[in-house]
């Protein structure tokens, strides 16, 4: 791919600056980074402060935490074991044998009662949402039913994942904790920690020195500070929500929970590195290293959920409104067209800003959201720490950025 014009990469600072102008009700600041599928950076653009009320710019090199964006790179490591044949997608009694805890989950009813599942949990099923997992701040049966306890997905202990389902096993999608359980299988069938096997099979073979689910002292030094905005849209400081790896006394706990589905940092053009290798079906022009075979990739991008064409209008509430906002429609298709999810994130149609209808992306809770378009050659990730999720000022920007990429191709 040819590189962006100067005019274009003016537009595209431009906008990601002027987001980022009013550090009291737009953004703080943003890391945005789009690439081709040679692995080299179309645009690079750091805007803003480094939390707000800080003095510190936002900068290339500031890391952050990617939350849900993690899933995608626990789907890559996963499908490399499908791939040599270790691991099975559709076997449920081996997910259930490396996993027990899995045989004798019960089934949150309506009314509040728990049943018996009737069939195994497969690995397809963690990687597309269709076990019946769900989040608490996401389904508000799950949180109530969790009371006066509550399950924090976020406290890095593996108590908060061994939750009830929603719904029988794959008679539904429910975006939840599948994919924590699918890190734990791979933990299982390796004998590693999640951690270990993507350092070893996806970090190290790519270069990346800051990703990490437990960041080192380089890493926290650039950590990125976490916001929240209030009903009045109105930016302040808040702790941090995924505090347990922060905390260097806890990285040597037996307990500690390596979250296949939120536990990741990293920087914003290293992980750009992992969607350069999946547009370049599995291997890295930058390194040479192949992570994927290309049938392997292309098994990812197909859709796993076609009986469930409209599993993205059901709406999400904001059960828990310091960590999200309601959502309509998580990716609003124009002409209500099928909605599709692959192997660990959703696949949109044709969208408003020109990307192809196999297009991959996803987000992360404090408003990241990537997208890969194999059929057009790019990928990208719009950064930022604000909670709560979908935060329409984050929407825009991300809307205005990929419009501007796709007017530039």
């Known amino acids: 791919m040819s590189k962006f014009s100067a005019q274009t990469l003016s537009h595209l600072s431009k906008v990601t600056?002027?987001?980022c102008v009013d550090q009291a009700?737009?953004?703080?600041?943003?890391?945005?980074?789009v690439v081709g599928k040679d692995g080299k950076e179309l645009f690079s653009h750091a805007a803003g402060k480094r939390g707000t009320g800080s003095e510190e710019p936002m900068t290339l090199d500031t890391v952050f935490w990617i939350a849900s964006c993690t899933k995608m790179i626990v789907g890559v490591a996963v499908?490399?074991?499908?791939e040599k044949g270790v691991l099975s997608l559709d076997d449920s009694a081996q997910v259930e044998s490396?996993?027990?805890e899995l045989k004798d989950l019960q089934v949150l009813q309506d009314v509040g009662t728990l049943v018996r599942k009737k069939r195994g949990i497969t690995l397809r099923m963690l990687l597309s949402h269709?076990?019946?997992?769900g989040y608490t701040f996401f389904n508000e049966r799950l949180r109530d039913f969790s009371r006066p306890t509550g399950y924090d997905e976020f406290s890095g202990l593996e108590f908060d994942i061994k939750q009830p389902l929603v719904h029988q096993p794959g008679e539904g999608w429910e975006y939840g904790v599948g994919i924590d359980w699918a890190g734990k299988v791979l933990e299982s069938a390796t004998g590693l920690t999640l951690e270990a096997?993507?350092?070893?099979n996806i970090y190290i073979p790519l270069g990346l020195n800051n990703i990490s689910m437990k960041p080192h002292a380089d890493m926290l030094r650039n950590l990125a500070y976490m916001n929240s905005r209030d009903g009045n849209g109105r930016l302040a400081k808040r702790d941090?929500?995924?505090r347990r790896p922060l905390l260097p006394e806890e990285n040597h706990s037996p307990s500690f929970l390596y979250s296949g589905g939120a536990g990741c940092f990293a920087k914003p053009r290293e992980y750009a590195q992992i969607l350069a290798t999946l547009l370049n079906d599995g291997t890295?022009?930058?390194?040479g290293a192949q992570l994927l075979a290309p049938t392997t990739v292309e098994s990812m991008f197909q859709n796993q959920i076609e009986r469930f064409p409209n599993f993205a209008r059901q709406g999400i509430p904001a059960a828990k409104p310091e960590l999200t906002n309601a959502i309509p429609e998580i990716y609003p298709v124009p002409g209500d067209g099928p909605q599709g999810w692959g192997l660990t994130f959703m696949l949109s149609g044709a969208g408003a800003t020109g990307r192809s209808a196999s297009t991959a992306f996803w987000a992360g809770l404090p408003n990241l959201w990537w997208w890969c378009d194999r059929e057009k050659g790019v990928a990208g990730i719009v950064a930022t720490q604000i909670l709560p999720f979908a935060d329409a000022k984050v929407l825009d920007l991300w809307g205005a950025i990929e419009s501007a990429v796709y007017q530039a191709l």
Do not use: K, N, W
């Open 240 to 242: 941090h929500l995924l």
């Open 284 to 287: 890295s022009l930058t390194t």
């Open 98 to 100: 490396l996993c027990p």
């Open 17 to 19: 600056d002027t987001a």
């Open 130 to 133: 269709t076990a019946g997992f």
């Open 25 to 33: 009700a737009g953004l703080p600041g943003a890391v945005i980074v």
């Open 197 to 200: 096997y993507c350092h070893e």
């Open 79 to 82: 499908m490399q074991l499908v």
